[in-house]
């Protein structure tokens, strides 16, 4: 099974443009709780549904974290693991448990870390999602239109309702694994260094769209103020292969991002207009004209001049082969590169207002 970093420490100060340090020290560590699961010998009352919570302590806004406990409620497992190793056999009880309604309280992180773990063990069974929107980041909240503080309360109330939306995730599979990562943002190039930029506007205490705003603004700032030669202009290689026509592409890209979310914080739309599957974004290195260029992308500008000046919408992509040269950041945490595959998976369902 694939290992799944949730955290990673970085050997290295941002303004070192170093990231090669930062993929050497990954680690395969889960969220820091203790784990508590309601007591077997209470059993489920088969006429109402049966719930399951999974709590990160360690999200900025976590119920888990604040001492709220869901375990006393008869008709739900609660689990708040401290290890990949008792999320996994926490999730595993919940598939065999075949609990009608899977919370996640927790930011994008969690999500992804949960997901990935759940869709092998669940299969067909997978049970709709509700999202505790209590990270850092909540960009997949955002595009589901889950406000702030949504509990488990307005959660099951919405389940009762039976108001759902799909998403489907990125599934990311590399060489020699079977089991595939599960996320909805994956970018490489300036959006690794972008994304430690936000992760700094964390530790200042600034969270969600405003981290996301300023992460941005910087990236384009040093962008455009650095010479052809600064990290952030220079690019890496990239490499992408359909599977399905066995078309390549080979070059060096200063970003690549892509994502099967319709919507984004602050309601930027560098995918540019709305669509289902996995769409992206690819834009040559060094970017040209970046001044005048970012507010076009970032706005969901379509045009044919974007393109020739090596800004490359992609939409609906295919399952592709896709070889980093780097490292590659997935809902918020860096993962190592390689060559994977990378495609648009089944379809989830969310819990949503």
């Not at 077997?40 to 990160?56: F, G, K, M, S, T």
């Not at 595939?180 to 200042?204: E, K, W, Y």
């Not at 020739?308 to 919408?313: E, F, L, P």
Request: with cysteine.
């Amino acid at each position: 099974m694939v290992d799944i970093p949730s955290e990673n420490r970085f050997a290295r100060t941002l303004a070192n443009d170093d990231l090669l340090p930062l993929l050497s020290g990954l680690t395969g560590r889960m969220i820091q709780m203790p784990v508590r699961l309601r007591p077997q010998a209470v059993p489920l009352d088969a006429a109402r549904p049966r719930i399951a919570v999974i709590a990160n302590q360690r999200s900025h806004r976590s119920t888990a974290r604040h001492g709220h406990d869901h375990g006393h409620n008869r008709n739900i497992l609660y689990a708040a693991p401290d290890t990949r190793e008792r999320m996994v056999d926490a999730l595993e009880s919940f598939a065999q448990a075949q609990v009608d309604l899977l919370v996640i309280d927790g930011g994008d992180g969690t999500v992804r870390d949960v997901m990935s773990a759940a869709r092998p063990m669940f299969r067909e069974r997978m049970p709709p999602i509700g999202v505790m929107p209590n990270g850092k980041t909540n960009a997949l909240a955002n595009d589901l239109r889950i406000p702030a503080g949504w509990n488990l309360d307005a959660i099951v109330a919405a389940f009762h309702k039976s108001t759902i939306a799909e998403r489907a995730p990125i599934e990311i599979t590399y060489d020699g694994t079977e089991v595939p990562l599960s996320g909805f943002i994956l970018g490489a190039g300036a959006f690794v260094r972008a994304t430690m930029l936000a992760q700094g506007a964390h530790r200042m205490g600034v969270f969600n769209g405003t981290a996301v705003g300023l992460s941005v603004l910087g990236g384009v700032l040093r962008t455009c103020l650095g010479k052809r030669s600064n990290p952030w202009r220079a690019g890496e290689m990239m490499a992408c292969r359909n599977e399905v026509t066995g078309e390549m592409c080979e070059r060096r890209f200063y970003l690549m991002l892509l994502s099967t979310l319709r919507r984004f914080p602050l309601g930027l739309r560098p995918l540019g207009r709305d669509g289902v599957g996995l769409n992206g974004l690819a834009i040559d290195a060094p970017p040209r004209l970046m001044p005048v260029v970012a507010p076009a992308i970032l706005m969901g500008r379509e045009s044919g001049w974007l393109n020739r000046m090596g800004y490359h919408r992609l939409n609906d992509l295919k399952p592709s082969q896709v070889t980093l040269e780097n490292g590659f950041i997935l809902d918020g945490e860096l993962f190592p590169g390689g060559t994977m595959s990378v495609r648009a998976g089944t379809p989830l369902r969310f819990v949503v207002p």
